[in-house]
């Protein structure tokens, strides 16, 4: 079969994937590793360009080995590495062994790779000594390339798309599942897929964490400021058919996935005028969004960062409001964003992380109010020097739907 691909349909190309490689084998070497293999779809897309069933090895020494189950010839024509067709994992673990040296230690992805399919490994592979690679592994994709910025970027203007036809969407009566529901039409047409990857594996994230009025406050499963009341106990956060009122806040926290990266962003709305604790809890996020930008430089470190982000709230007198209610606040201003979200690299209480080039974060800045929360989140890209780039092009401001326009 010719694989004759359609102009939205955009490959990896080589001159990508090589310098990926050569830092992956970089990162193996580093941790003594003869080796990483990569299991999940995800990091196989990464490596190879393909997200089709199969595997990929990463040698500390020579070109990646990509096995692929199903469907080979399809991922032959989507990745420039060359592909090797397998009927299944145990013929997979022959190429593994054939590939690496007795005794080498492997590296696996053990945060994404279920306990069965790890002891399933260990019964294949007896002449390998099987290690976790999960924290170089994710401080390797933490830094972005410019293909993968550029994709991000591709996403942001999507969602600054959709973000700008909300203040003609939102109206009185209108529901947050319906608001979301649109939202997500919007996102699909404009080429998202309608999930957004999370890394761990306790809760997958969605797009539509829209919350509004004081029920929005309510916290729940998420680790998060604020859940809402959700649609149901099977899923209790996110968008529920509470209706919009005037004076309500609306919190929209929406994310797209575009060609396989994401961007987080939230902005929040009011019908009507704001009250004035809204537009005190925005003004305080807005200066904590560009002390962040202006801070987010290589060399800068996280756990001072997060700190800053607490002075600028307590010097507003919104201690006790900034990111949750006492004794359930998050512990984070800001997480990672590309492939996934859930990962590294954070703004973290405490940390000694130092922020690196081309590391990407979603700033996570919420507040509670009593008519309800307050958000306001942007991704940002790390320069090689000042300020970080914004790479959701929406407006960081609160936008005040006037009532005989909705």
């Known amino acids: 079969m010719i694989w004759e691909f359609p102009p939205w349909y955009h490959l990896t190309p080589l001159e990508v994937l090589a310098p990926r490689a050569e830092r992956m084998a970089a990162m193996c070497a580093e941790q003594g590793l003869g080796g990483v293999l990569l299991t999940d779809a995800y990091d196989v897309f990464y490596a190879s360009g393909t997200s089709q069933q199969g595997l990929v090895l990463i040698p500390a020494k020579g070109e990646p080995l990509v096995l692929m189950r199903r469907y080979a010839e399809r991922a032959a024509a989507e990745s420039p590495w060359p592909v090797t067709p397998i009927s299944g994992l145990t013929q997979a673990a022959d190429f593994l ?58 996403a942001g203007k999507l969602a600054a798309s959709i973000y700008a036809a909300l203040p003609g969407l939102i109206k009185p009566g209108r529901s947050e599942a319906e608001l979301a529901g649109t939202m997500q039409r919007l996102a699909i047409a404009g080429g998202s897929i309608d999930h957004l990857r999370s890394r761990h594996a306790y809760h997958q994230t969605y797009s539509w964490h829209i ?50 990266y994401q961007t987080d962003q939230t902005r929040t709305y009011v019908l009507g005028p704001a009250p004035k604790e809204v537009r005190q809890a925005h003004a305080c996020l807005e200066e904590i969004e560009a002390a962040l930008i202006q801070g987010l430089v290589p060399g800068a470190v996280s756990g001072e960062l997060f700190s800053l982000s607490l002075d600028i709230a307590a010097r507003h007198g919104l201690s006790d409001s900034f990111l949750g209610r006492p004794g359930h606040k998050i512990r984070f201003a800001a997480h990672g964003v590309g492939q996934e979200l859930g990962c590294p690299p954070y703004i973290l209480e405490s940390s000694q992380a130092v922020v690196r080039q081309g590391e990407t974060y979603a700033l996570e800045l919420k507040m509670l109010t009593p008519q309800g929360p307050v958000g306001l989140e942007s991704t940002v890209a790390v320069r090689p020097s000042g300020p970080a780039l914004n790479l959701t092009p929406a407006p960081s401001v609160l936008c005040e739907i006037p009532l005989e326009a909705s």
Not at 104 to 128: E, I, N
Not at 251 to 256: Q, T
Request: charged fraction near 20%.
């Open 211 to 260: 919350a509004s009025g004081p029920e929005g406050n309510l916290p729940s499963a998420m680790d998060a400021p604020f859940n809402g009341w959700g649609l149901s106990p099977a899923f209790p956060l996110g968008a529920s058919h509470r209706r919009f009122s005037a004076g309500d806040p609306i919190n929209v926290d929406f994310g797209v996935s575009l060609n396989g």
């Open 97 to 154: 062994l054939a590939a690496l040296p007795q005794d080498s230690r492997l590296g696996l992805t053990l945060d994404v790779m279920p306990a069965v399919d790890y002891l399933g490994w260990q019964k294949r592979l007896p002449g390998l000594k099987l290690r976790d690679a999960t924290k170089p592994w994710l401080g390797l994709k933490a830094v972005k390339d410019a293909w993968e910025l550029e994709r991000m970027a591709e």
